[in-house]
């Protein structure tokens, strides 16, 4: 008889700080900041909305009430992911 495991894998996400400059997060061992200024999104979310933050895979973040979907890569090299509007650009 083989067993299963029950319930799902988690992986470990935590805000642990709001500051005037970004959001800090800590991702199992590893402090992370996301810039307001790269991560614009977050710069009006409510407070609650912040911190109800997921981690569905080893390498993903989702924040559910802000529809937010991130890379732990973008977040760790924000530099290499510029945003880019497609609405600004002209045809």
């Known amino acids: 008889m083989k067993s299963e495991q029950l319930g799902k894998n988690t ?4 805000v ?3 500051s005037p400059n970004g959001i800090w997060l800590l991702a199992d061992e590893e402090e992370l900041l996301l810039p ?4 614009p999104w977050f710069v ?3 407070l609650s909305s912040i911190l109800k933050v997921e981690r569905p895979q080893p390498e993903h973040l989702y924040w559910p009430d802000l529809d ?4 732990l890569e973008s977040v760790r090299h924000p530099e290499k992911y510029p945003l880019i ?6 045809n």
């Open 11 to 14: 992986f470990s996400v935590e």
């Open 16 to 18: 642990t700080n709001i």
């Open 36 to 39: 307001f200024k790269e991560f």
């Open 44 to 46: 009006d979310a409510r």
């Open 68 to 71: 937010i979907d991130l890379s």
């Open 85 to 90: 509007s497609s609405m600004n650009r002209e």
